[in-house]
């Protein structure tokens, strides 16, 4: 098997149309029937569904929790409305890979919880690494995504999307049984 990876010289929004591009022409070649898209105020998300629609591809989009609001980063309920209205499922809920009670401790007493030393791993990849796993971590727990079929997961660093995998995923809890298989 013969792959290509693309690689951006720098992150950012600019890079959305291609990283989008070549992650359905992969997902056409290995039948993938699943994208999780990490969006937090819908372009992104939007933009995989006019792609993904015309191939049979179901688009869900992952967004941040409320708890994060104040930075800026959460999708409010007027674009949640329109999005599901044009078909792509939205989760909202808290980071999978830290975030969670485990960082309260973290921050309080010190020390790392594992989901932060995975968390801190997938950021020696770069940060849509992490959020791309992550998206698809809290995808499955919603059940939006199906746990037994591979998905395209895209994410960014910061905004827009420049970040690709091919993923076998998983649950919270049977995050060992998630797989990487392409970037």
């Known amino acids: 098997m013969e792959l290509v990876t693309l690689c951006f010289e720098r992150p950012g929004p600019e890079n959305t149309d291609e990283t989008l591009?070549?992650?359905?022409?992969?997902?056409?070649?290995?039948?993938?029937?699943?994208?999780?898209?990490a969006s937090s105020h819908g372009d992104t998300a939007r933009r995989?569904?006019?792609?993904?629609?015309?191939?049979?591809?179901?688009?869900?989009?992952?967004?941040?929790?409320?708890?994060?609001?104040?930075?800026?980063?959460?999708?409010?309920?007027?674009?949640?409305?329109?999005?599901?209205?044009?078909?792509?499922?939205?989760?909202?809920?808290?980071?999978a890979l830290g975030d969670g009670v485990?960082?309260?401790?973290?921050?309080?007493?010190?020390?790392?919880?594992?989901?932060?030393?995975?968390?801190?791993?997938?950021?020696?990849?770069?940060?849509?690494?992490?959020?791309?796993v992550e998206c698809v971590v809290m995808a499955a727990e919603a059940g939006e995504i199906d746990v037994n079929e591979e998905a395209i997961a895209i994410a960014g660093s910061s905004t827009g999307a420049d970040t690709a995998i091919v993923v076998k995923p998983a649950y919270a809890h049977t995050f060992l049984d998630l797989e990487i298989r392409e970037i």
Do not use: N
Request: charged share 20%.
């Open 102 to 132: 485990a960082s309260a401790f973290t921050s309080k007493h010190g020390g790392r919880s594992a989901d932060e030393i995975v968390r801190d791993t997938l950021y020696c990849f770069c940060q849509g690494m992490k959020v791309a």
């Open 21 to 37: 591009r070549v992650s359905v022409e992969r997902a056409r070649a290995l039948g993938i029937r699943q994208m999780v898209v």
């Open 48 to 95: 995989a569904q006019a792609l993904c629609v015309p191939l049979g591809i179901r688009v869900v989009a992952v967004t941040i929790g409320y708890g994060w609001d104040e930075k800026g980063w959460c999708m409010d309920s007027e674009t949640k409305a329109a999005l599901r209205a044009e078909g792509i499922a939205v989760v909202t809920g808290i980071h």
